[in-house]
């Protein structure tokens, strides 16, 4: 509520308030700037929603199952989450520096490198994609493991004496089971899409929102606009607007889900 205040202000960083009125919210729909991160993080959330929610499905259906190798396989892809961001960002910086870091150094090999990877606007906004994926992934995995775990195996067992393979346990008994966890796992990712809750540590350290704006998301456009340039009642208003955004969009998906009841009848 008061970012929808401070809207309505010109706001400077001493404490100056100068009464705007809808100054600030129609200066949104006229600033290249703000329609431009509202793309990049369009852009941003239709491909990392999908992707980290399938790839995260496939790695906790893989892993599953009880043993030592799924135990390794567990933990090396759920080791990014216990790693503080700032310091993935540094570490994917340095293995991506062109002509310099290890990712380039590889490709080299095979005639592939010398590519400027967070240099070049076409390729940067792919490659925090692909970050962010590679740092998400465990964390769902581990969700949709639990909740792969939790199904009785007597359903599989029983199953698996009329005949059903392997896709038919899957559609059959599977995924109508972990509707409920493929749901808090689809939420949880489109949160962290449209916010870009994880993002902007990581173009903070590795892109700063460039090249060209390529990778300036909303949520790290808001962020420079108030602490680098000052201007805190326009940051407000985005951030109203963003705000708004978010809870139209968590109604509109409540409401065709159900609140999340499901039926799981075939």
Known sequence: MLSVVLGLYNVSGFGGYTFAGLANYRRMFSDPLFLESLRVTGTYFVVFVPLVFFVSLGLGLLVAERGWLSTLARTLFFMPNVVGLIVIGVIWEYLLTQRQGLIDTLFGGIGLGNVSW??????????????????????????????????????????????????????????????????????????????????FDLIYIMTAGGPANATQLLAYYIYKIAFQYGELGYASAMSSVYLAFLLLWSVIFLKATRGGRFSYAN
């Open 118 to 199: 967070l240099g070049e606007p076409h390729l940067a906004l792919g490659v925090m994609i692909f970050v962010s994926v590679w740092y998400s992934m465990g964390l769902y995995m581990v969700i949709f493991m639990a909740g792969v775990q939790d199904i009785p195996r007597e359903y599989y067992e029983s199953a698996r004496l009329d005949g059903a393979g392997r896709f038919s346990l899957f559609r059959s008994i599977t995924w109508p089971l972990l509707k409920p966890t493929s749901l808090f796992v689809f939420l949880l990712a489109c949160i962290i899409g449209i916010a870009g809750l994880q993002s």
